[in-house]
């Protein structure tokens, strides 16, 4: 069991060498850009560990899953009604549809889950089909860990496997690229706002990128042009873009003939995720896998790891559903129980907007309601949340306590599970984006014989 070895590595700390490795970490994270803002990235001295055994199954059940959000999203390219479920803005109407026939809309992506490993325990909770962060936080987080002393001790009793994933993104970029078209080694602008906090990681990626041979910079959209038959950042030649940023705040602030979309309506750039990965990057796409009116769009398979790995979601409407198989009427059962279910807008991220049920009050969570009748939200039951004891150096000692903890598996061309975003907080909102929480990398154990 993993609880085995977390209780091994914790007996090999004491107050000095927690004060020890806690400097050791804080030292190299500023040089390595493993800062979020202003914030750094990691703030305990361990990893999070999963045997092997229990990544397999986080793996395999996943990749079921996956079948079943490819199968979604190529129904809603074709079927309009269908599509009217994820209450596209007309924009993303428009959108969509530009790189249809293309190669895959998404190279990278990544599942947020909760996973209790040694009960099998595994909720789906969010689907980052569209800009998913973190692969070159925690690539360099795997690196400084491996280093740190605790670590070194651990080794000799278990065998510690990194999943490294910038290299496997790299390739899924060059290979989309050439489904695409392109020839040759192309250019890549990561492209953001040049004002967010992800920029650091960014950087990781950009370094790893230009060590490899490949021509990379960041770049801000306000500074592109496209002219001359191609895209530009500066003197510098753009073929393809890994987008970082979202597309809603893209157009929202440079319209629908910026030199982005211009350039991909011309099929003189490309870029990934596509705009069609943001179908399923709404909240919707949970709801529409959950709902009963939507199973018959999937295989027995799929439908059976819906049921056991997608919490029960429905957008928030004025009909009636079925809840554990009885119908219920959706607007009230959600205002009697607040408890038990959580209310999300369907298009923001980093936690913006996200109400907690049993956290709310009760005047809180029905106004929120009445918001989401107007406004496009989903509620989603609530799921058993992981607790895991992490060690760090506080108040002069070590101090180990207890946190909740995520489990978000990173996905390789819309099917492949490869490398995990950890996310640790003291509260049940799990995102680093909304201003809390640490990030730590994720190692697979093997237990030395």
Known sequence: MAE????????????????????????????QGLY???????????????LSEEWDYLKRETETLLNAFSRLHAACLSDSG?????????????????DIGGAVPWTTSRLDSFFLG????????????????????????????????????????????????????LAVLMRAYREWGGLGIPQIAIVDWGHVPTLNEHEIIKRFFLRHGVKAVLADPRNMEYKDGNLWIGDFRVDLIYKRVLCSELIQQ???????????????????????????????????????????????????????????????????TLYQGREVDLVSFIAENRDQFVLKPNDEYGG?????????????????????????YVVQEKVTVIYKDFPAYIDGKLDISSRFVDANPYVFDGHTVHGCLTRLSSVALLNVTAGGGSVVPTFLLQKRT
């Open 4 to 31: 085995e070895a977390v209780d091994l590595y914790h007996s090999l700390l004491d107050d000095q060498l927690a004060a020890d490795t806690s400097a050791d970490l804080y030292a190299r994270l500023k040089p």
């Open 36 to 50: 979020f803002g202003d914030r750094p990235i990691s703030t305990v001295i361990r990893p999070h560990f999963y």
């Open 82 to 98: 269908l599509r009217a479920q994820l209450d596209l803005e007309p924009y993303e109407e428009n959108l969509f549809s530009l």
């Open 118 to 169: 040694t009960e099998r325990k595994l909720y789906f909770v969010e689907y980052n089909a569209e800009t998913p962060a973190g692969m070159g936080y925690e690539d360099a987080l795997s690196e400084l860990f491996m280093t740190l002393e605790p670590m070194k001790r651990f080794m000799k009793y278990y065998a510690v496997q990194s999943m490294p994933m910038c290299g496997k993104l």
């Open 254 to 320: 440079m319209g629908m003939e910026n030199p982005i979309v211009q350039a991909i309506r011309d099929r003189k750039v490309f870029m990934s995720n596509s705009f069609s990965a943001k179908l399923l990057a709404k909240k919707a796409s949970l709801a529409m896998l959950s709902d009963e009116k939507n199973a018959h769009l999937f295989d027995d398979q799929q439908r059976a790891a819906i049921n056991a790995h997608i919490p029960w979601t429905r957008q928030v409407a004025d009909r009636k």
């Open 352 to 376: 913006k907007g996200v109400v907690i049920g049993w956290e709310a009050s009760a005047d809180e969570w029905n106004e929120t309601l009445k918001q989401a009748l107007n406004n496009s």
